[in-house]
């Protein structure tokens, strides 16, 4: 559908355009929640209690990896597409369009009488090389005010509807210019509307200079009509076939990046990370009080009664002396 291609007005100023079956994954918490199981993990000397809903098996484990791997190569391709693609779009080399439409009628409405015989044909003139370099049918309507104040919420959605109800194609570039020249203040606005297929040829950077031009020139009261339109259309009709670079877009490239770091980083050594604390938990019963000591060889902690060797160091395991702590169901619950 046609969109907006910039306008403005006397009194406010100018705006731009408008360019256009998997696994169920296992829940941790520190605290207890319903359905979950008790587990203890082993690290760096120390024990740590967590409630898992769920318990692993090797099989999961293996999927878990498989998965992850799998998970991986699909994003990195994506990334990968994504960047090209960003890097692509900041140049932009214009081709002409088929004129393979019903209506390739250059058309200059004057509803105010604004424009004099030798204006007409300036911009006729104009209009026929934009479209012979281009492809693309300029139409230019000046109307009264009252055409759209107090039909319309805006001067843009007159545009959008004179667009669609008189062409079926992508291929138009509609201006229309719309003013009170009774009154003493002229209460101008104006309104570009361009079809979808133009976009390769009247590109944001393009139609925001043919903005920023013809506003400045309306707004120089002693310069007529005709020429500050002409100064604006021509300027772009000079250079809109012209291949164009846009550096901006490559902004965006960094925090993509520094995106896909932070979640490849997650996703591999994070799930690993939660595999080895799965591989090396131990499953607590319910309701049951389990005895913390600390092994004699390398001072870790461990629950006493569960295990033949120490979980950290490996060494002998002697019987049951004074507990550091006797934990219970609620002294787990950190």
């Known amino acids: 559908m046609p969109h907006s291609s910039g306008g403005g007005s006397h009194g406010g100023g100018s705006h731009g355009g408008s360019h256009g079956s998997g ?135 007159y545009a959008y509807e004179y667009y669609v109800q ?44 043919f903005r920023e031009a013809f506003q400045k020139g309306l707004l120089q009261d002693r310069q007529p009509f005709a020429d500050s339109f002409l100064d604006a259309f021509n300027s772009l009709s000079d250079v809109c076939m012209e291949v164009s670079f846009e550096p901006m877009a490559l902004i965006a490239i960094p925090f993509i990046l520094l995106h896909a770091t932070l979640f490849f980083y997650g996703l591999i050594f994070g799930a690993k990370k939660n595999e080895e604390k799965a591989r090396n938990s131990v499953k607590l019963e319910k309701d049951v009080q389990y005895v913390e000591d600390t092994c004699k060889w390398c001072g870790g902690l461990y629950i006493h009664g569960i295990h033949l060797s120490c979980p950290h160091c490996g060494g002998t395991i002697d019987p049951l002396g004074e507990p550091i702590n006797v934990t219970s169901p609620e002294s787990l619950i950190r």
């Open 23 to 157: 696994s169920r994954g296992h829940r941790t918490s520190h605290t207890y929640f319903p359905g979950s199981t008790r587990y203890a993990y082993y690290h760096k000397g120390r024990i740590e209690y967590y409630y898992r809903d769920a318990e692993y098996t090797e099989n999961d484990l293996k999927d878990k990896t498989k998965t992850r791997l799998i998970t991986a190569l699909v994003l990195a391709v994506f990334y990968a597409f994504f960047i090209i693609a960003i890097a692509g779009s900041t140049i932009n080399i214009p081709r002409k369009l088929k004129m393979d439409y019903k209506d390739t009628s250059i058309s200059i409405s004057d509803g105010k009488e604004l424009l004099s015989e030798d204006e007409l044909v300036r911009i006729g003139d104009s209009f026929s090389e934009f479209q012979d370099k281009t492809g693309i049918t300029p139409v230019l309507l000046i109307i009264d005010n009252s055409e759209w104040m107090g039909h319309y919420s805006s001067l843009e959605n």
């Open 166 to 209: 008189r062409w079926d194609d992508e291929k138009h570039w509609l201006i229309v210019y719309s003013t009170d020249s009774n009154q003493e203040w002229e209460d101008w606005h104006w309104e570009g509307m361009q079809g979808d297929d133009t976009d390769n040829i009247l590109t944001t950077k393009r139609t925001n200079d």
